[in-house]
């Protein structure tokens, strides 16, 4: 019946369909109790009323939080899709710059320390990364190779690694590699621990990736390649990996930022990266929330960077496959 409605009064029903949902935001930003202040920052007259009903200030603040958001709706849609996206990143970046200068946030803290913390922090992260990403990816791409593998051993070794390092927290990792080795006799740096434990642990991960984009190249293409002669090491490099890079890089590239993320946890065993520096540095001053957000804000333009590159290769190997 309802059904039979909408489409017999089509209008009728988005305009009813708005009206609910502007309503249901409303309700949801009074019970998640909006603040009536800023009104009586707008029209100062009514501070004294909002005071003496703080619901209805609420619920007054509510309905006209949740009519700008409907009107900014509406005036977005008036626009082409490329200015959409680049008004509604605007608008979202504004509004977390707002949100970010409600801590009472000490500027003058934050540009004294911004400099170290970029030439020591980020440099350390970004080297840590890289190396780890190599690694990652070498351990991956041999692991797949050895879960597709007809040999028992090397398909028990393969499983074995990906279940271990898939199945225990990073954070344990690093523990394990930097305190555990030298029980055994090896002594081993913060650095190259945390590079171990990101590559082993990101390389389980990716494994599977590398293994199911292989797997997704119909099996006719290694049969052909073995037809022209080609050997199973030419077949994989030359015919397979190639066409399996398309599936393999997007989810490739998550793993890649959110190693660059994790990254952060090697901070545990006194590394100077940028997790590291944002907590010492803050603790001079006590300003512990500006040196996390300023780490926080690097390491967004950090993962911008590494999604813009992942965005260039699919593009490329995007090119390769429709050729």
Same mark, same amino acid.
């Given at each position: 019946?309802?059904?039979?409605?909408?489409?017999?009064?089509?209008e009728?029903?988005?305009r009813?369909?708005?009206?609910?949902?502007?309503t249901l935001?409303?309700?949801a930003?009074?019970?998640?109790?909006i603040?009536?202040?800023?009104?009586?920052?707008?029209?100062?007259?009514?501070?004294?009323?909002l005071?003496?009903?703080?619901s209805?200030g609420k619920?007054?603040s509510?309905a006209?939080v949740?009519?700008?958001?409907?009107?900014?709706?509406k005036?977005l849609?008036?626009l082409?899709?490329?200015?959409?996206?680049?008004?509604?990143?605007?608008?979202?970046?504004?509004?977390?710059?707002?949100?970010?200068?409600?801590f009472?946030?000490?500027?003058t803290f934050?540009?004294?320390k911004i400099?170290?913390?970029?030439?020591?922090?980020?440099?350390t992260t970004?080297?840590?990364?890289?190396?780890?990403?190599v690694?990652a990816t070498?351990?991956?791409?041999?692991?797949a190779?050895?879960?597709?593998s007809?040999?028992?051993?090397i398909?028990?070794?393969? =499983?074995f690694? =990906?279940?271990?390092?898939?199945g225990?927290?990073?954070?344990?990792?690093i523990y394990?590699i930097?305190l555990?080795?030298?029980?055994?006799?090896?002594?081993?740096?913060a650095?190259p621990a945390?590079?171990?434990?990101l590559?082993?642990c990101?390389?389980?991960?990716?494994t599977e990736i590398f293994?199911?984009?292989?797997?997704?190249?119909?099996?006719?293409?290694?049969?052909?390649? =073995?037809a022209?002669?080609?050997?199973?090491?030419?077949?994989?490099?030359?015919?397979?990996?190639?066409?399996a890079?398309r599936?393999?890089?997007?989810?490739?590239?998550?793993?890649?930022i959110a190693?660059?993320?994790?990254?952060?946890?090697?901070?545990?065993v006194?590394v100077?990266?940028?997790?590291?520096?944002?907590r =010492?540095q803050?603790?001079?001053?006590?300003?512990?929330?500006?040196?996390?957000?300023t780490?926080?804000?690097?390491?967004?333009?950090?993962?911008?960077?590494?999604?813009?590159?992942?965005?260039r290769?699919?593009?490329?190997?995007?090119?390769f496959n429709?050729?």
């Amino acid at each position: 019946m309802i059904g039979r409605l909408i489409l017999a009064h089509p209008e009728a029903s988005r305009r009813i369909g708005g009206a609910l949902l502007l309503t249901l935001v409303a309700v949801a930003l009074y019970s998640l109790g909006i603040s009536s202040a800023w009104i009586g920052k707008l029209v100062p007259a009514s501070q004294g009323l909002l005071a003496d009903n703080p619901s209805s200030g609420k619920a007054l603040s509510a309905a006209v939080v949740a009519i700008v958001i409907a009107i900014n709706w509406k005036l977005l849609h008036l626009l082409k899709r490329k200015y959409q996206i680049i008004a509604v990143w605007l608008e979202l970046f504004a509004l977390l710059m707002v949100f970010f200068h409600s801590f009472d946030l000490s500027f003058t803290f934050i540009a004294k320390k911004i400099g170290f913390l970029i030439t020591q922090g980020v440099t350390t992260t970004l080297f840590i990364s890289a190396i780890s990403i190599v690694i990652a990816t070498a351990i991956a791409l041999a692991g797949a190779i050895a879960k597709l593998s007809r040999n028992g051993v090397i398909y028990g070794l393969a =499983t074995f690694y =990906t279940s271990l390092f898939r199945g225990l927290p990073l954070l344990m990792q690093i523990y394990i590699i930097y305190l555990g080795l030298p029980q055994v006799g090896y002594v081993i740096g913060a650095i190259p621990a945390g590079i171990l434990a990101l590559s082993l642990c990101y390389g389980a991960y990716m494994t599977e990736i590398f293994r199911a984009g292989i797997e997704s190249i119909s099996r006719g293409q290694s049969e052909g390649a =073995t037809a022209l002669g080609l050997s199973p090491s030419q077949t994989m490099g030359l015919v397979i990996l190639p066409q399996a890079m398309r599936v393999i890089i997007p989810p490739t590239g998550n793993q890649f930022i959110a190693m660059l993320k994790d990254s952060s946890l090697v901070s545990v065993v006194g590394v100077w990266e940028i997790m590291y520096l944002a907590r =010492t540095q803050g603790q001079t001053e006590f300003r512990h929330i500006e040196m996390l957000i300023t780490a926080s804000m690097i390491y967004w333009i950090l993962s911008i960077g590494l999604e813009f590159l992942q965005s260039r290769i699919e593009e490329r190997f995007g090119r390769f496959n429709v050729r």
